[in-house]
C-alpha cells in the first residue's frame, strides 16, 4: 500500500492505493558526482555521496483507480507543495512531480526530501 498525505491539515488531503509491485520502481537511485576535465586531458572524479533526496519512486496502481479518488490526487498535486509519502521503503516528506492517469491506473513519480522511518 501506498499512502499519500498533505502536512497540513485538509480535508481531502488523503490518498492511498495498491502499488502494483512488478512495475513500481523503488529502488533507483544516484550519488553526486563532480566530473572535472583537467589541463592533461584527465579528468578528476569526485563522489560527493548520497541522500535520500538523490532518490525517486515511480508507482504504479495495481487495481482500476476510480475518478473520485484520482481528483484527490490531483488536487493535492495541485494545491500543496510537499506530502508525506508512506510506502513499504519507509515514511518519507517530499514532491509528487508527475502524475498521470492512464486506463483507470495511476503513475506518479515521487521525489524525497526526508525520510523518517523505514
Not at 47 to 54: L, P, R, S, T, V
Not at 97 to 105: A, C, W
Request: proline share 1%; hydrophobic share 35%; charged share 25%.
Amino acid at each position: 500500500m501506498v499512502h499519500v498525505q498533505t502536512t497540513v491539515y485538509d480535508s481531502q488531503g488523503y490518498f492511498s492505493m495498491e502499488e502494483n509491485r512488478a512495475e513500481s520502481i523503488l529502488q533507483k537511485a544516484s550519488v553526486r558526482l563532480q566530473r572535472d576535465k583537467l589541463l592533461d586531458g584527465s579528468t578528476f572524479l569526485k563522489n560527493h555521496g548520497y541522500a535520500e533526496g538523490d532518490r525517486d519512486f515511480t508507482f504504479i496502481s495495481k487495481n482500476t483507480i476510480e475518478n473520485a479518488q484520482v481528483a484527490v490526487l490531483w488536487y493535492i498535486v495541485k494545491n500543496h507543495a510537499q506530502v508525506m509519502l508512506s510506502c513499504r521503503e519507509g515514511l518519507y516528506l517530499g514532491v509528487i512531480e508527475r502524475l498521470s492517469t492512464d486506463r483507470g491506473k495511476i503513475e506518479f513519480k515521487f521525489v524525497p526530501d526526508t525520510k523518517y522511518s523505514s
